[in-house]
């Protein structure tokens, strides 16, 4: 309740805002569009998959580009992990908020691309009229990018925050965020924040004709889990099959959790997220939405956003097989035969928890069943009026009057750790794109070029409205 107190104090005082913030002057933003462009060519020509060992020097790369723009050796702290490696950059305020810094934090790895598939070469920036086209090139060097030349760019105005500004640019992101890790718990002092605002996920949502439709900001996420279900046998040659096998009791057990459905559930994150949604969808989405909203028993609503792959886990638990492995021998009975499941769980419940549910569901005593890897849960953040009002005026002159939609993500980014060590965490970004042109991790990745100018603006605006003295 706490929650949709605050939102609805937050709706009201957005109606009161005097003005926007001072729009900054085109040609500086074209000017230091055209740098965030050079920075986002080099990044995309720098193969930062796992693995190839290519994070440390797009790092070292970076952190020339701070010091060419003024920053001081010691602002910059590259920690190395592995193969990979983080950055982390202060820029110093004057300290006259009397308030603990704002970390700003995107990842410089990017999922692999296989050059064969795509249109165009992967690892190389690729434009036409409307977007840019490369691995990374939306998820997430472009934010990496941009905070880059908003820092040169307050650097070389000569801006002083009213607090330290930190940005951390992690390095395993995409696979292990193990580099995250790292860093809250032996970096913590060079990281420690009021908030973290991970610049990777959310921000603004074209409809088909291009228009502005809401803004997206992150205030949870779901637990990430994977657990393994081993049916085992004691074997034997194939020439003489018996009735138990363990393929055929995994094989069951997988088909009763297909039959099985998490609980419904919401929350006050995703009530307003559909309450904020419904009326911009004018099809039976948004219909569903709205019908939830005003009964979130409504099994026709239910049903409807359950069947959509992107909606559907915004109800609840969601857990899918994803890996099959078994067998040792084409002529022998399987002795141990595994089934990998992948669980995104709802806020408010731990993945042991899951696990024994998924148990009861598969209904085999004799299946053995582990977590795989380490779960992370993160609790939700806090809904900052601060913030909220922030992102309202950084907007106005860029898109005015858009609606700002608070979002529970069903991935899991690094924002979930800072969460998780005690650092509220909104996930917003700069770029306006459609859905459907969201091609992150797959084929032929792309992001608007307009998204370049806008994402200047928004985030000076930003640093403006969140960290200077207003009177
Ligand atoms: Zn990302």
């Given at each position: 309740m706490r929650y949709r107190q605050a939102f609805l104090g937050w709706v009201l005082a957005t109606l009161l805002l005097p003005g926007a913030t001072i729009a900054a002057d085109?040609?500086?933003?074209?000017?230091?569009?055209?740098?965030?462009?050079?920075?986002?060519?080099?990044?995309?020509?720098?193969?930062?998959?796992?693995?190839?060992?290519?994070?440390?020097a797009y790092a070292a790369t970076l952190q020339d580009v701070f010091i060419e723009?003024?920053?001081?050796?010691?602002?910059?702290?590259?920690?190395?992990?592995?193969?990979?490696?983080?950055?982390?950059?202060?820029?110093?305020?004057?300290?006259?908020?009397?308030?603990?810094?704002?970390?700003?934090?995107?990842?410089?790895?990017?999922?692999?691309?296989?050059?064969?598939?795509?249109?165009?070469?992967?690892?190389?920036?690729?434009?036409?009229?409307?977007?840019?086209?490369?691995?990374?090139?939306?998820?997430?060097?472009?934010?990496?990018?941009?905070?880059?030349?908003?820092?040169?760019w307050l650097k070389e105005s000569g801006f002083v925050p009213n607090r330290d500004l930190i940005i951390a640019f992690t390095g395993d992101e995409e696979t292990a965020q193990e580099t995250v890790q790292q860093l809250t718990r032996d970096y913590r002092e060079l990281i420690d924040a009021e908030y973290a605002?991970?610049?990777?996920?959310g921000g603004g949502v074209l409809n088909d004709a291009g228009e502005a439709?809401?803004?997206?900001?992150?205030?949870?996420?779901?637990?990430?889990?994977?657990?393994?279900?081993?049916?085992k046998n004691p074997g034997g040659h194939s020439s003489m099959p018996r009735a138990d096998n363990a393929i055929y009791d995994l094989a069951r057990a997988i088909q009763r959790l297909e039959a099985y459905q998490f609980p419904v559930e919401t929350s006050e994150i995703?009530?307003?997220?559909?309450?904020?949604?419904?009326?911009?969808?004018?099809?039976?989405?948004?219909?569903?939405?709205?019908?939830?909203?005003?009964?979130?028993?409504?099994?026709?609503?239910?049903?409807?956003?359950?069947?959509?792959?992107?909606?559907?886990?915004?109800?609840?638990?969601?857990?899918?097989?994803t890996m099959l492995s078994g067998g040792h021998a084409e002529n022998a009975l399987p002795r141990?035969?595994?089934?990998?499941?992948?669980?995104?769980?709802?806020?408010?419940?731990?993945?042991?928890?899951?696990?024994?549910?998924?148990?009861?569901?598969?209904?085999?005593?004799?299946?053995?069943?582990?977590?795989?890897?380490?779960?992370?849960?993160?609790?939700?953040?806090?809904?900052?009026?601060e913030i909220m009002a922030a992102i309202g005026a950084a907007l106005e002159p860029i898109h005015p009057g858009l609606p700002i939609v608070p979002e529970m993500g069903s991935g899991t980014t690094d924002g979930a750790y800072f969460r998780a060590a005690g650092i509220p965490s909104y996930s917003l970004s700069g770029i306006f794109i459609n859905p459907k042109d969201s091609f992150a991790h797959g084929l032929n990745e792309r992001v608007p070029r307009a998204s370049i100018a806008e994402s200047l603006r928004f985030w000076r605006a930003m640093v403006d409205e969140l960290a200077t003295n207003k009177n």
């Open positions: 085109a040609d500086t933003v074209a000017h230091y569009s055209e740098r965030a462009t050079a920075l986002l060519r080099d990044a995309i020509g720098r193969q930062t998959v796992r693995g190839a060992g290519n994070v440390p723009a003024g920053f001081s050796p010691d602002a910059l702290t590259v920690v190395p992990y592995n193969d990979t490696a983080s950055l982390i950059v202060r820029y110093a305020g004057d300290g006259s908020s009397g308030r603990k810094p704002i970390l700003l934090s995107s990842h410089m790895d990017v999922v692999p691309a296989d050059p064969e598939a795509w249109l165009r070469h992967p690892f190389e920036l690729q434009e036409d009229d409307t977007f840019f086209y490369g691995r990374g090139v939306l998820d997430n060097k472009f934010d990496v990018s941009i905070l880059t030349t908003l820092f040169v605002l991970v610049v990777d996920g439709i809401q803004f997206q900001v992150g205030f949870a996420e779901k637990t990430y889990a994977t657990f393994s279900m081993t049916a995703t009530m307003t997220y559909f309450a904020r949604t419904a009326p911009l969808l004018d099809d039976e989405v948004g219909e569903a939405m709205a019908k939830l909203v005003s009964d979130p028993s409504d099994e026709d609503a239910i049903a409807t956003l359950r069947a959509r792959p992107e909606y559907v886990g915004t109800l609840g638990t969601t857990c899918i097989p141990a035969v595994t089934a990998t499941v992948n669980c995104r769980i709802f806020p408010g419940h731990t993945p042991n928890e899951i696990m024994r549910e998924l148990q009861r569901a598969a209904d085999d005593s004799n299946l053995e069943w582990s977590v795989v890897g380490v779960p992370v849960s993160s609790p939700a953040s806090d809904f900052n009026t």
